[in-house]
């Protein structure tokens, strides 16, 4: 399935989901975001995660970011997917590299809702730097640069949460300008 047929599909999904008023959620790609609608459903909404859309749904986790959750997931933008190079995206798409794609998807997820200020106070307690464990293995480094909180992945890539608290009913996403790998792995 091609990224744009995914992403129609995806956006079919949003267009079902309720009505509601996005109240103080920020905005992410100049689009409402809705608390009591879930991370797929908030996503597919979103015109800069477009790539990560079609990622879950490649890697077969849509139903799993639409269960209760709760979940905190660190979402890379298109633009940050665009710093892989083509090639590597388009294959890491492919049927049988799903199970590797799946893994890089659940290093950006953590298996509890944890708001921004939440994350900033593990950091303090921690003396600068807070392990955050997340589902697909990794383990990813918190910390603060001034006021904005960075994520360091265990190749020493890091990410830097450029919209924080977007409230979902199944837990929150945090926007990142950059995608987060397992060990070993390049990008």
């Known amino acids: 399935m091609t990224l744009r047929k995914t992403f129609a599909a995806g956006a079919a999904l949003a267009l079902l989901a309720s009505p509601l008023a996005a109240q103080d959620n920020p905005q992410v790609g100049g689009a409402d975001m809705f608390a009591d609608r879930t991370i797929v459903e908030n996503a597919v909404n979103s015109p800069i995660h ?72 593990m950091i303090a307690d921690d003396g600068g730097m807070h392990p955050v464990p997340t589902v697909g293995g990794c383990t990813l480094q918190a910390q603060m640069n001034g006021s904005e909180i960075t994520l360091t992945d265990e190749n020493g890539r890091t990410a830097t949460v450029t919209i924080a608290d977007v409230d979902q009913s199944n837990g929150v996403i945090h926007v990142i300008d950059r995608v987060l790998l397992p060990a070993g792995q390049a990008g």
């Open 50 to 121: 477009t790539t990560l859309v079609a990622a879950v749904q490649q890697a077969g986790l849509v139903d799993t970011l639409n269960s209760a959750g709760p979940f905190t997931v660190f979402a890379p933008t298109d633009t940050a997917f665009g710093r892989i190079s083509e090639d590597s995206l388009n294959a890491l798409l492919m049927d049988e590299n799903k199970e590797q794609l799946a893994q890089i998807l659940t290093c950006h997820v953590v298996a509890t809702e944890a708001m921004s200020g939440a994350i900033a106070g």
